[in-house]
């Protein structure tokens, strides 16, 4: 699981001196935006990683890469490109799969980015030069990935920019660029085949292009195909086609006589079938599940992992919550009748029963997620409030904000700290890294965060620290150091991304610093903490 950008390229039909051209323009869109590589460097006598700012390499040979960016101080996973096609030529790490987009099948096709962004913010932009590379290659470059038309306009407009010649979207986005390509399959059958598997975007949107540019007959034959694959209507694939359909054919009776009448069909049993279309939420009022809407994928974005997990799980729960449509309980009960005459008992109570069934559901999730969505809410255009990782990281006081909760946490974290002065249980621990001289802790500091943590923070952030002279601020670094090793929890994500903001964001470090000699704030803090561990207790 991740999120990619991808480029395949048939090496062997590109020139040095086309390739060149491509390679410097890359160069252009490389020093547009703050692309972040790793760097070996030295800090307080000792060498550490260091996320630098990207440059073109010399050694052994000209090339640039990087595997994030300074902006969103994150990284994934590294891009590489050479200036000399050789390189590429001589490649013998083929993608060792067909690509039926390219017209001569002899040559090997080399993958020259297949690395994961995780949605990060430079995803856009890797995807830009991955764009520029099929555009001025059109017959030797394909641009893949989790990646959609959005996206690629984004991407397109950014990098149009900063070239002199604009270029184009990439040919896996674009239905209409896409089919001409395959100028032998006169079949509408083998051209729904080949925009099935080789347009990239989301299923509903496939199915929408298809069912718009094919006839109806064709449509047909293809939906039934891809219903036959099921053995029930009620798993999650058939009852997400099923959604797609009422969406966008809007047409239930169509629906039901396809999947259980239809010569062709797969011929569902009434009962799982009366299930299915109840699962697909079409009779469940809107406003019932309106607060789902928070976790739509919003076009244009690239999703982050947590987000492909996140809607992995939704789909096993709640695979109705992508329809449209809507339809009255006794209106769907009624269709449903005239289908299946025979069917014993009443149809219209299984369908009560199974919504009755989802919304209890519903409920309860979504109790689960109300943290998730007072946040959202609370976000307006002068204020904005973030999920906990990215709520540390980019805090600034200004328009992006804490919520009452993550204040809390800062809060505990400061707690945790004094407390761990006072009782000074590790006292010579204590005396050797933290009343030495200030040259030393910091060279503590960065031994600590680099071979314990094996933490990559960004050059600016290794640069305030070396300039500073604030003692209280490197101290509170190395305590959240120390206690966290103690406590082991170097691992847990939290952790991880707390011990990074604190880094990296010095309004948050200071703010921790600052509830630390907050008397106030700190016996509040006692006491809340013996009201909860009393709780506990009880």
Same mark, same amino acid.
């Given at each position: 699981?991740?999120t990619y950008?991808?480029?395949?390229?048939?090496p062997?039909?590109?020139s &040095?001196?086309?390739w060149g051209?491509?390679?410097?323009e890359?160069l252009?869109?490389?020093?547009?935006?703050?692309f972040a590589?790793i760097k070996?460097?030295?800090?307080?006598?000792?060498?550490?990683?260091?996320?630098?700012?990207a440059?073109e390499?010399v050694?052994?040979?000209?090339?640039?890469?990087?595997?994030?960016?300074?902006?969103?101080?994150? /990284?994934?996973?590294?891009f590489k490109? /050479?200036?000399e096609i050789s390189?590429y030529?001589k490649?013998?790490?083929?993608?060792?799969r067909?690509d039926?987009?390219?017209?001569? &099948?002899?040559?090997? #096709?080399?993958?020259?980015? *297949?690395s994961?962004?995780?949605g990060h913010? /430079?995803?856009l932009?890797i995807l830009? $030069?991955a764009?520029l590379?099929e555009?001025?290659?059109?017959?030797y470059?394909?641009?893949?990935?989790?990646i959609d038309?959005?996206?690629?306009?984004?991407?397109?407009e +950014?990098a149009?920019?900063?070239?002199?010649?604009?270029?184009?979207l990439?040919v896996?986005?674009?239905a209409?660029r896409?089919?001409p390509?395959?100028?032998?399959i006169?079949?509408d $059958?083998?051209? #729904?085949?080949?925009l099935?598997?080789w347009?990239i975007a989301?299923?509903?949107?496939k199915f929408e $292009?298809?069912?718009?540019?094919?006839?109806?007959?064709s449509f047909? &034959? +293809?939906f039934?195909?891809?219903?036959?694959s099921?053995s029930s209507?009620v798993q999650?694939?058939a009852?997400?086609?099923m959604?797609y359909?009422?969406?966008?054919?809007e047409?239930?009776?169509g629906?039901?006589?396809?999947a259980?009448?239809?010569?062709?069909g797969p011929?569902f049993q009434?009962s799982d079938?009366?299930?299915?279309i109840?699962?697909? +939420?079409i009779c469940?009022?809107?406003?019932h599940?309106? %607060?789902?809407k928070? %976790?739509?994928?919003?076009?244009?974005?690239?999703?982050?992992v947590e987000r492909?997990?996140?809607?992995?799980m939704?789909d096993?729960r709640?695979?109705g919550?992508?329809?449209?449509t809507?339809i009255?309980l006794?209106e769907?009960a009624?269709?449903?009748?005239?289908?299946?005459?025979?069917f014993e008992?009443?149809?219209? @109570?299984?369908?009560? *029963?199974?919504?009755?069934?989802i919304e209890?559901e519903l409920? #309860?999730?979504?109790e689960?997620?109300?943290?998730?969505?007072?946040?959202?809410?609370a976000?307006?255009?002068?204020?904005m409030?973030?999920?906990?990782?990215?709520?540390?990281?980019y805090?600034?006081n200004?328009?992006i904000l804490?919520?009452?909760?993550?204040?809390? @946490?800062l809060?505990?974290?400061?707690?945790s700290?004094?407390?761990f002065i006072?009782?000074n249980?590790?006292?010579?621990?204590?005396?050797q %890294?933290?009343?030495?001289s200030?040259s030393?802790?910091k060279k503590?500091?960065?031994?600590?965060?680099n071979?314990k943590?094996?933490?990559i923070?960004t050059?600016?952030? +290794?640069n305030?620290?070396?300039e500073? *002279?604030?003692v209280e601020?490197?101290k509170?670094l190395l305590?959240?150091l $120390?206690?966290?090793?103690l406590m082991s929890?170097?691992s847990?994500k939290?952790?991880?991304?707390?011990?990074k903001?604190m880094?990296?964001?010095?309004?948050l470090?200071?703010?921790?610093?600052?509830y630390?000699?907050d008397?106030?704030?700190m016996?509040?803090? &006692?006491?809340?903490i013996?009201?909860?561990?009393?709780?506990?207790?009880k």
């Amino acid at each position: 699981m991740g999120t990619y950008v991808g480029l395949s390229l048939l090496p062997e039909g590109v020139s &040095q001196l086309q390739w060149g051209k491509v390679y410097e323009e890359s160069l252009e869109l490389l020093n547009a935006f703050p692309f972040a590589d790793i760097k070996e460097k030295n800090y307080f006598g000792l060498t550490i990683p260091v996320f630098v700012q990207a440059k073109e390499r010399v050694e052994p040979k000209k090339f640039w890469q990087f595997c994030g960016d300074l902006n969103s101080k994150k /990284y994934g996973e590294t891009f590489k490109l /050479y200036k000399e096609i050789s390189v590429y030529k001589k490649s013998i790490e083929s993608d060792g799969r067909k690509d039926i987009l390219f017209e001569n &099948q002899e040559q090997h #096709i080399v993958r020259i980015f *297949d690395s994961k962004t995780q949605g990060h913010e /430079y995803h856009l932009y890797i995807l830009a $030069i991955a764009m520029l590379i099929e555009s001025r290659l059109p017959k030797y470059a394909l641009v893949s990935g989790n990646i959609d038309y959005k996206q690629c306009v984004k991407a397109k407009e +950014w990098a149009d920019m900063h070239l002199s010649t604009p270029i184009d979207l990439p040919v896996r986005v674009d239905a209409e660029r896409l089919l001409p390509r395959f100028s032998l399959i006169n079949n509408d $059958i083998d051209k #729904i085949e080949v925009l099935d598997k080789w347009l990239i975007a989301d299923q509903e949107k496939k199915f929408e $292009i298809i069912f718009n540019l094919f006839s109806r007959e064709s449509f047909v &034959q +293809w939906f039934l195909r891809i219903l036959r694959s099921y053995s029930s209507p009620v798993q999650i694939g058939a009852l997400k086609f099923m959604i797609y359909y009422l969406n966008i054919v809007e047409d239930l009776k169509g629906l039901i006589y396809l999947a259980c009448k239809h010569e062709d069909g797969p011929k569902f049993q009434s009962s799982d079938m009366i299930k299915a279309i109840a699962r697909t +939420w079409i009779c469940l009022p809107q406003e019932h599940f309106s %607060f789902m809407k928070a %976790f739509n994928k919003v076009e244009g974005h690239p999703e982050i992992v947590e987000r492909q997990f996140g809607m992995m799980m939704l789909d096993l729960r709640f695979s109705g919550r992508e329809i449209k449509t809507h339809i009255p309980l006794d209106e769907v009960a009624a269709n449903l009748e005239n289908h299946f005459p025979d069917f014993e008992g009443s149809i219209e @109570q299984t369908l009560i *029963d199974e919504i009755s069934l989802i919304e209890g559901e519903l409920q #309860i999730f979504h109790e689960q997620v109300k943290p998730s969505l007072e946040i959202s809410d609370a976000s307006t255009e002068s204020k904005m409030y973030l999920a906990d990782g990215d709520a540390f990281l980019y805090f600034n006081n200004d328009n992006i904000l804490l919520t009452e909760d993550q204040e809390l @946490q800062l809060r505990a974290i400061a707690y945790s700290i004094k407390v761990f002065i006072e009782k000074n249980e590790y006292s010579k621990m204590l005396n050797q %890294f933290l009343f030495g001289s200030l040259s030393d802790m910091k060279k503590v500091l960065a031994a600590l965060s680099n071979e314990k943590f094996h933490m990559i923070l960004t050059e600016h952030t +290794w640069n305030w620290i070396q300039e500073t *002279d604030n003692v209280e601020l490197i101290k509170t670094l190395l305590l959240k150091l $120390i206690i966290d090793e103690l406590m082991s929890n170097k691992s847990e994500k939290n952790n991880s991304d707390m011990r990074k903001a604190m880094f990296e964001n010095r309004k948050l470090l200071e703010k921790i610093n600052g509830y630390i000699k907050d008397e106030q704030t700190m016996e509040i803090m &006692q006491e809340w903490i013996k009201e909860e561990e009393e709780g506990k207790g009880k």
